[in-house]
């Protein structure tokens, strides 16, 4: 995910030539505007949710679900997406190239709530110089009620 950080669309998108390239895939129309729309909103996706979208956004390209899902899965295994895994229920993606962040998750409306805490990152690195181990990555997820969920509960 770093070597992608902060990297405009233009420069991205040579990247993802590569990829496709590397993987025996031609670039389409259509992954180019999933990358695209990743890259212009800043959510977290379920492959259904980017491809309503999509359809909204460009009505007379034809795209589909499979290619949605394939495309998604390709920029995942190249570190270009990120996803966080809802278990049954699927996976909601987002470009790689933000700085790092955890993630508040609501268990309730699956709101996804993005934060960084700097306290946080220098604790797991002590933990792990502490136990000998070299972290090279992590994911935070951390679930509970959201804010508007615990009000409309209290109801």
């Given amino acids: 995910m770093k070597k992608f950080e902060n990297v405009e669309y ?6 993802f030539k590569e990829i ?3 993987n ?3 670039f389409t129309s259509q992954r180019e505007v999933i990358l695209k729309t990743l890259y212009s909103n800043n959510e977290h996706f379920t492959p259904e949710g980017l491809h309503f979208l999509i359809k909204e956004k460009y009505p007379k390209l ?3 679900i499979a290619t949605v ?9 190249s570190d270009v997406a990120t996803s966080i895994s809802f278990g049954t229920q699927g996976k909601k993606f987002e470009l790689g190239n933000k700085p790092h962040h955890d993630h508040m998750i609501c268990k309730n409306c699956g709101e996804i709530i993005e934060f960084e805490d700097k306290a946080i ?3 797991q690195q002590q ?4 136990r000998g181990f070299k972290l090279t990555g992590h994911l935070m997820q ?9 009000k409309q509960i209290k109801k």
Avoid: H, M, P
């Avoid at 933990?127 to 502490?130: D, L, Q, T, Y």
């Avoid at 951390?142 to 615990?150: H, P, S, T």
């Fill in 62 to 64: 034809n795209v589909g």
């Fill in 69 to 77: 899902y394939r495309t998604l899965n390709l920029l995942e295994e």
């Fill in 127 to 130: 933990i792990a110089r502490e």
């Fill in 121 to 123: 990152e220098r604790r």
């Fill in 20 to 22: 496709l390239k590397r």
């Fill in 24 to 26: 025996k895939l031609k």
């Fill in 142 to 150: 951390l679930y509970g009620i959201c804010g508007i969920c615990q």
């Fill in 10 to 15: 233009d420069t991205l998108l040579v990247s």
